[in-house]
């Protein structure tokens, strides 16, 4: 696998940390399209948080439902630091590939090495037309990167870091092989951005309404990944759930109901489960194959 080195860019290491929010416990809301996966409670379980991926008997993936004053809730599922790692996925239409190579493990479907090891996969961002950003996938620039964009970096250890590019990631020294940017950050140093507010900031939406299907990814101070979503959201929902669920950091990623999904796997390699109540798309959606890109969760065993 190719690889970039960070040093190549005048980096700084990431933002300051937040202290973290503690967010009472709710009920969260069912999915009529497959079964959310078995709890188990280990002895790292965080009250408030559902564990609903466990790996060697430690908890991998665990989510909090997060409501909202129109009666909706946005989702927050944590992948957890050192059990997990990432790969970046482009889809059959979408990023263009130009003459770079896609290998299994990164193209339009969950590739057979992955299958054994997943856990998650989860929707990416906006398409090219809208210039949201740049894109490079296995140290091949697909997409011009743009300084100050919120980025969601996947290292050369499959770890993933979110922040503004050149302005917090890569870290002085980083490797690095993938990136996906899209718009600029939506939380930064644990702070909604200044624009929250400003719907049109954060991308068109089907029919011009605020409240939409959302969805983002985030980075807390021990480093784990959130990703956070609803099927009717305003910007604002996303920022303050994924703060209180401890984010430093967070992206938007892609909005409106076809494209927002997530789906998890209760042990590494079993079947998929949507995590988003309402979400349009099937749980195996990214296993069968999907236009557009994503991500995958994978255990490092």
Not at 49 to 64: E, L, R
Not at 150 to 157: G, K, M, S, Y
Request: proline share 8%; aromatic share 6%; hydrophobic share 40%.
């Amino acid at each position: 696998m190719a690889v970039l080195a960070g040093g190549l860019l005048a980096g700084c290491t990431h933002g300051p940390s937040a202290s973290k929010v503690t967010v009472p416990t709710t009920a969260s809301s069912t999915t009529t399209t497959s079964t959310v996966p078995p709890t188990t409670t280990t002895t790292t379980e965080q009250p408030g948080w559902t564990p609903v991926s466990t790996v060697n008997g430690h908890i991998a993936v665990d989510q909090i439902s997060v409501p909202q004053a129109n009666g909706d809730a946005v989702t927050v599922v944590r992948f957890r630091v050192g059990r997990v790692k990432f790969d970046l996925h482009v889809g059959s239409t979408d990023p263009p590939t130009g003459g770079a190579t896609v290998g299994p493990d990164a193209g339009p479907a969950i590739g057979p090495d992955e299958a054994p090891l997943l856990l998650a996969a989860f929707n990416g961002g906006f398409l090219t037309g809208a210039g949201a950003g740049g894109f490079e996938l296995n140290g091949q620039p697909l997409l011009t990167m743009v300084p100050g964009r919120a980025t969601f970096l996947i290292d050369a250890t499959g770890a993933a870091h979110v922040g503004a590019w050149t302005q917090g990631i890569p870290a002085p020294g980083e490797v690095w092989v993938s990136a996906r940017q899209n718009l600029n950050l939506l939380v930064s140093g644990g702070q909604p951005s200044g624009e929250i507010s400003s719907i049109g900031a954060w991308g068109a939406t089907l029919g011009g309404g605020a409240a939409v299907a959302r969805s983002s990814v985030g980075e807390d101070a021990s480093g784990n990944i959130l990703y956070a979503a609803g099927m009717s959201v305003l910007p604002s929902d996303l920022a303050n759930a994924l703060i209180a669920s401890g984010a430093v950091n967070a992206m938007e990623l892609d909005i409106n109901p076809e494209w927002v999904q997530l789906s998890y796997a209760a042990l590494p390699g079993l079947a998929l489960a949507t995590a988003i109540p309402g979400q349009n798309r099937p749980a195996t959606q990214y296993q069968s194959g999907w236009t557009r890109d994503f991500v995958t969760v994978l255990t490092t065993g």
